[in-house]
């Protein structure tokens, strides 16, 4: 399994709070052809992404194969607050996951 990063970052917004995590994925649709072998480059995209707010989970996203390579995904929570726990976790098609947590930090 590859080494995945994420990176989260949260900001005041419109009476609420932002959440930005960018992953680092290729996200293969599978419909691209290697240039040197001119094989199929299989299909590998993140499928579910769930975010928790203070141990809640808040959201579950289903995506697909047509999001870009290292993802930006944004949310927006209206009852956050400074200091509330933050957890983002991933999977794949391929078996592969990812979990950061950080907290709400609007300094």
Do not use: C, Y
Request: aromatic share 4%; hydrophobic share 35%.
């Amino acid at each position: 399994m590859a080494d995945r990063k994420m990176r989260m970052r949260t900001r005041a917004q419109d009476g609420g709070v932002e959440l930005q995590v960018l992953v680092s994925h290729p996200m293969e649709s599978g419909l691209r052809t290697d240039k040197n072998t001119g094989n199929k480059i299989p299909a590998h995209f993140i499928q579910r992404v769930t975010l928790e707010h203070n141990g809640k989970v808040v959201v579950t996203v289903s995506t697909g194969p047509a999001i870009s390579e290292d993802p930006l995904i944004g949310f927006r929570l209206k009852d956050a607050k400074h200091g509330d726990k933050l957890k983002v976790f991933w999977s794949d098609n391929m078996g592969e996951s990812a979990t950061l947590e950080g907290t709400v930090d609007l300094s």
